[in-house]
């Protein structure tokens, strides 16, 4: 499966990936070489398990930051 995903890190990019049927959105991070503990996956808009399997749509990685 072909599809285009958003990259939220620092500056804006996109990438065009290609995964196979069946693969989850933690196959497209490790795809992608970005650490899971580190970002947000949405789907449409709406945040996704890691766990569940890619499906095309609007998918967009954002990197979490967090402060104290």
């Given at each position: ?65 967090s402060g104290?």
């Amino acid at each position: 499966m072909k599809f285009t995903v958003k990259l939220f890190e620092g500056e804006v990019s996109s990438r065009d990936v290609e995964l196979p049927d069946g693969a989850t959105y933690f196959d497209l991070l490790s795809f992608l070489r970005v650490n899971p503990e580190t970002v947000v996956v949405f789907r449409d808009g709406v945040p996704v398990a890691f766990d569940e399997q890619v499906r095309p749509a609007r998918i967009e990685v954002m990197r979490v930051v967090s402060g104290g």
